[in-house]
């Protein structure tokens, strides 16, 4: 079982800044994928960004490249999704989710086997 809480949502001016972060406890292993996932009100849950815990590759959607970073401190078991230039439509709940797939579908939800509880981030002009 892993346990994932995120932390760091709120509000934030458009062109604003904010860090969320996951802490992961319980059983994680290098192997294990990261992944950020979002979902706006009325909208599918959608991926932001990936990173392997033992290192390796980041994958983020397109509109996100550039602005957001994927990040993970193995010491203190926990991720973060650093997001800068805000925009308007990065508003939405953000979810942290770990995949133990050996061969992970990193872009979809169902392929996650742990989520967080979701942190809001508001972007307002």
């Known amino acids: 079982q892993v346990q994932l809480v995120e932390s760091g949502g709120g509000l934030v001016q458009v062109g604003g800044s904010l860090r969320l972060s996951c802490a992961a406890s319980?059983?994680?292993?290098?192997?294990?994928?990261m992944g950020w996932f979002r979902q706006a009100p009325g909208k599918e849950r959608e991926f932001v960004a990936a990173?392997?815990?033992?290192?390796?590759?980041?994958y983020y959607r397109d509109s996100v490249k550039g602005r957001f970073t994927i990040s993970r401190d193995n010491a203190k078991n926990t991720v973060y999704l650093q997001m800068n230039s805000l925009k308007r439509e990065d508003t939405a709940v953000y979810y942290c989710a770990a995949d133990t797939k050996v061969v992970p579908n990193l872009w979809s939800p169902a392929d996650y086997d742990y989520w967080g509880q979701g942190a809001q981030v508001t972007v307002s002009s």
């Open positions: 319980g059983r994680t292993f290098s192997s294990y994928y």
């Open positions: 990173i392997r815990w033992g290192g390796g590759s980041t």
